[in-house]
């Protein structure tokens, strides 16, 4: 079955340093996800990210965030400045579009992302 | 706001114990409601979607059911295998465009031999 490949498994940064973290959706997928897990706590939306634009987005975020699809593959998640807060497992997710058979989020098996 | 709550946190079951894990939701206009498993340090892994009150799904051991205020996934003679964290989800009905996934916090299952 086709799966949504998520890199690096585990990050550790700085504080204040720049982080992407990088994505390759299921190929015949059009919608794009982020969500993140911090530890003990539920799964939480961040971005939906359709035809090259951000279609909804969370208030976790914030200009400290942004996403970008910079070829016909990948889709990346970038944070500018960290927070010892944005220590969480963050996981990409792909789904064919809303409406469609077989309509389901597919996610990655995540990114890790621990913030010293 | 959309809102999930499940019950218990946690269960432990023998080998072949069945029993039922619970999602309550609120949500304005229900587009579907999600189940979810979710093993240690992996993503969600999709189970079933429910679209309106009185569906059921099946697969396997698993059962999920709908009604306007709450879901059940049962669990029939689990196995240790089936031990995971069961997640439940809904999304709310949208007009265009996409609307996001909301979680509950899971119910963390043990089957023991």
């Known amino acids: 079955e086709p799966e949504v490949t998520q890199t690096p498994s585990h990050q550790v940064t700085q504080m204040g340093q720049e982080v992407i973290l990088r994505c390759v959706p299921i190929s015949n997928h059009l919608y794009f996800y982020w969500y993140r897990q911090i530890l003990g706590q539920k799964v939480e939306f961040l971005v939906s990210f359709y035809n090259n634009e951000i279609s909804e987005k969370s208030e976790i975020f914030d200009d400290q965030f942004s996403v970008e699809r910079p070829d016909g593959s990948n889709f990346t998640l970038k944070i500018r400045s960290t927070k010892l807060e944005d220590s969480a497992m963050y996981f990409c997710?792909?789904?064919?579009?809303?409406?469609?058979?077989?309509?389901?989020?597919?996610f990655g098996s995540g990114t890790q992302l621990s913030v010293l | 706001e959309d809102q999930v709550t499940q019950s218990p946190e946690a269960l432990r079951l023998q080998e072949g114990e069945s029993s039922s894990l619970n999602c309550s939701y609120t949500v304005s206009g229900l587009r579907g409601l999600f189940w979810y498993r979710q093993d240690p340090g992996k993503g969600p892994e999709f189970l079933f979607t429910l679209y309106s009150a009185g569906e059921e799904k099946e697969k396997e051991r698993l059962k999920a059911t709908l009604t306007k205020k709450e879901s059940f996934l049962h669990i029939t003679a689990p196995k240790p295998e089936d031990s995971a964290t069961y997640l439940c989800a809904v999304q709310a009905s949208f007009f265009g465009g996409y609307q996001k996934v909301t979680f509950g916090t899971g119910t963390k299952l043990q089957v023991i031999p």
């Open positions: 997710a792909s789904s064919v579009p809303p409406g469609a058979a077989n309509e389901k989020l597919f």
